[in-house]
């Protein structure tokens, strides 16, 4: 069964400096997002990415976050200058049509020391 | 506008028992995702719905729109259930989805 994958499971990074997360959506799926949940917090939408550009973003992405579908099959979440309030799980979704269901990824945990 | 209330916050429940969770939403939606968060953290997608009632296995979610109420029911819990439950809304004024605080449910053999 096709499942979204993300990498790395766990990142550790330092204040201050850039990091990326990656996903791999499902290969024939056409809207993609990512979400945070912070540890103990209810799950926030940060993203929505649809025809290689935002389509939706939240307050929390402000300009030190960015999206990229660099090669049509990688949907990356950059990060720029870690603060450690980003510290947080990360998880990236994709859904055929805006108004199908959403397949979620393992996540990745991100940590800021 | 985008409070989503789930009840109750924990539930514990003997193996076998009847289960039911529900999520309410302030005003009117597009669509209502149901997910399963496992204690490792990943998010498995259980049901979306936009209105009447859907059934998969054990689980059943149903969605009464004049209501702006939702339940998701399990029938003959298992161990296997325990997870924390996650009710999700997408408002009719846009496309993302604001999510709950969740439900843990703890099933003891």
């Known amino acids: 069964e096709p499942e979204v994958t993300q990498t790395p499971s766990h990142q550790v990074t330092q204040m201050g400096q850039e990091v990326i997360l990656r996903c791999v959506p499902i290969?024939?799926?056409?809207?993609f997002y990512w979400y945070r949940q912070i540890l103990g917090q209810k799950v926030e939408f940060l993203v929505s990415?649809?025809?290689?550009?935002?389509?939706?973003k939240s307050e929390i992405f402000d300009d030190q976050f960015s999206v990229e579908r660099p090669d049509g099959s990688n949907f990356t979440l950059k990060i720029r200058s870690t603060k450690l309030e980003d510290s947080a799980m990360y998880f990236c979704?994709?859904?055929?049509?805006?108004?199908?269901?959403?397949?979620f990824g393992p996540g990745t945990r991100l940590t800021v020391l | 506008k985008n409070e989503v209330e789930q009840s109750p916050q924990n539930l514990t429940a003997q193996e076998g028992e009847f289960i039911t969770i529900n999520c309410s939403y302030s005003?009117?939606?597009?669509?209502l995702h149901w997910l399963q968060q496992h204690p490792g953290g990943g998010i498995v997608s259980l049901f979306m719905?936009?209105?009447g009632k859907k059934k998969h296995g054990r689980l059943i979610a149903t969605i009464n729109i004049q209501e702006k109420h939702s339940s998701l029911h399990i029938t003959a819990s298992h161990p296997r259930d325990s997870a924390v439950y996650i009710c999700?809304?997408?408002?009719?004024?846009?496309?993302?989805?604001?999510f709950g605080t969740g439900t843990s449910l703890t099933v003891i053999p």
């Open positions: 005003v009117g939606i597009s669509a």
């Open positions: 290969s024939n799926h056409l809207y």
């Open positions: 979704a994709s859904a055929l049509a805006v108004y199908n269901e959403q397949f």
């Open positions: 719905l936009s209105s």
């Open positions: 999700a809304v997408r408002y009719n004024t846009g496309n993302q989805f604001y």
């Open positions: 990415f649809y025809n290689n550009e935002i389509s939706e």
